[in-house]
């Protein structure tokens, strides 16, 4: 199974200040397609997770501009510009190239 | 908008089976990827494996494939997950989700979830 990590794995973050969310992976995930099979998503207190970033970079219709997804091969990064309250929760890094897909352990973040 | 909502058993004794059905709405069963997904309490999630190909092709974890059994009930648009010889670490949130709307792997739209305890 490919590996997934996340770093910091706890995050507290002020309103307005931009945060960043690292993942990594134990293989590459780029495909032969071009295409780099990285997901992140958002799991909100007490609600389902969310899909943000799908395939590395690019944004689910109707997720804000302010959360930005890069990285190759098997480093990640997720970016939030400007944190707002509502982006409270724990992030999920998930890979899809292989099966059995396989997400990371989390990253709690909250309000200063 | 496709709507996914989870049913099922929410106490299972030990060495039984945990049986779960979503029901899809807003989407065939027919179409797309159909998946389940699990967290136990405090914990990160866990893909248990999907149906697709109008339930004619399913994918399991490996570390379930032995217990783990994915159908489909076309007229009802509904599928399920069986897994067999259940044990306390099978105590989780049971999510079903879709994937394929855009790709193959990404789950765009989720169902609430499912409390599934394993105890005596």
């Known amino acids: 199974d490919i590996m997934m990590t996340q770093t910091p794995l706890s995050l507290s973050v002020t309103p307005g200040q931009p945060a960043s969310i690292s993942c990594k992976s134990s293989?590459?995930?780029?495909?032969?397609?071009?295409?780099?099979?990285l997901f992140w998503y958002l799991q909100k207190p007490g609600q389902s997770p969310q899909l943000l970033i799908h395939?590395?970079?690019s944004r689910f219709p109707g997720v804000p501009e302010r959360f930005s997804g890069s990285g190759s091969g098997t480093e990640f990064t997720l970016r939030i510009s400007r944190v707002e309250a509502e982006d409270v929760g724990v992030y999920y890094c998930?890979?899809?190239?292989?099966?059995?897909?396989?997400f990371g352990p989390g990253t709690r973040a909250d309000i200063k | 908008q496709v709507q996914l909502q989870e049913s099922g058993p929410g106490l299972v004794k030990p060495s039984e089976t945990l049986s779960l059905t979503c029901t899809v709405s807003?989407?065939?069963?027919?179409?797309?990827?159909w998946n389940w997904i699990r967290q136990p309490a405090g914990k990160g999630l866990e893909w248990i494996g999907r149906?697709?190909?109008?339930?004619?092709?399913?994918d399991y974890n490996p570390s379930l494939k032995s217990r783990v059994t994915i159908s489909v009930d076309t007229s009802k648009n509904q599928f399920s997950v069986k897994l067999s010889s259940v044990t306390a670490a099978d105590t989780a949130v049971y999510y079903c989700?879709?994937?394929?709307?855009?790709?193959?792997?990404?789950?765009?739209?989720w169902g609430q979830g499912t409390l599934v305890t394993v105890s005596s």
């Open positions: 293989q590459s995930l780029l495909h032969s397609d071009g295409k780099t099979y």
């Open positions: 998930m890979q899809s190239i292989q099966l059995p897909f396989t």
């Open positions: 807003g989407a065939s069963i027919s179409s797309y990827y």
């Open positions: 989700a879709r994937s394929g709307a855009m790709g193959p792997t990404e789950f765009d739209s």
């Open positions: 395939e590395l970079s």
């Open positions: 149906m697709y190909n109008s339930g004619n092709t399913a």
